[in-house]
């Protein structure tokens, strides 16, 4: 099998080609490189081998420059295909709203960092949910945006997949709380009466008078006794109750005045 590059997958740079190109020439082995020539040559080797989709947008979301990662990610051709296109272009139609969030959030409040996740479609028509994390920094023309794309859709059908188990779960639960109220709800009480049970019209019992009695079990005195009646006026309470004793009777240990 050849290992060359297609052009769905366009090969890796390599420092000595970043450094070509960064001259215009061919390079040079024996040629040194300046820390500003080094430095732009570390940047595009890491930029260009990243496993992770990099790119430069501009403020209006202009595409400037992408990494091999991207291309791969929205299915182009190669890397001409995105430059100088707007990424907003690849976005779904229900999530375009998230781009322009990004751009008013970057270029307008002056945020440094925006991370956001949205739905993008591919040059096939199918779609992709990925995570992107922007940074602001400064250039020549202005700032510009360093944004890094994240495939995240095997992440996104695992959390649909438990969000749907997680609702069956509660359904399933609901179904099964109401089946068990249901037949409580018509279990009569025991302590119930037979009467109230069959629904007919309970009769209460008589209230029984209380006798004219003092108690002495009490520690607090007795309280002063008023007459209810001639016979047992020695022995009456406050409560003015007709006495059915007859004639008093008083304790042994009492004394009559």
Known sequence: ???????????PSSAADNAAALRGKPADPGQP?????????????????????????????????????VVKMLGCAGVDDLVGRKIIE???????????????????????SFTLETCMLRTDGSSF??????????????????????????????ESKLKR??????????????????PIAH???AHRPAAARSGQPQRRSPRRRRWCTTST???RPAPTPTPCCRMCSTWATSTRMAC??????YPPTSRRN
């Not at 709203?97 to 945020?111: F, G, P, S, V």
Request: with cysteine; hydrophobic share 30%.
């Open 244 to 249: 059915r004793n007859g004639p008093p009777t």
């Open 217 to 219: 079990s009490s520690r």
């Open 90 to 112: 690849f976005a779904h139609p229900e999530h375009r709203a998230d781009w322009q969030d990004l751009q008013e959030r970057l270029w307008t409040h002056k945020m440094p």
């Open 165 to 182: 188990v997680y609702d069956a779960q509660e359904t399933i639960l609901q179904l099964a709380t109401h089946d068990i109220k249901g």
């Open 129 to 158: 949910w990925c995570k992107v994390h922007s940074v602001l920094f400064p250039d020549d023309d202005g700032e510009l945006g360093y944004t890094i794309l994240e495939d995240i859709s095997d992440r996104k059908n695992l």
């Open 33 to 69: 490189l300046d820390r500003y020539e080094q430095s732009q040559v570390r940047f595009r080797t890491v930029f260009e081998n990243a496993p992770l989709g990099q790119k430069i947008i501009t403020p209006d979301l202009t595409i400037r420059q992408a990494n091999p990662a």
């Open 187 to 189: 279990i009569e009480p």
């Open 1 to 11: 099998m050849s290992n060359a590059s297609t052009p769905d997958q366009p090969a």
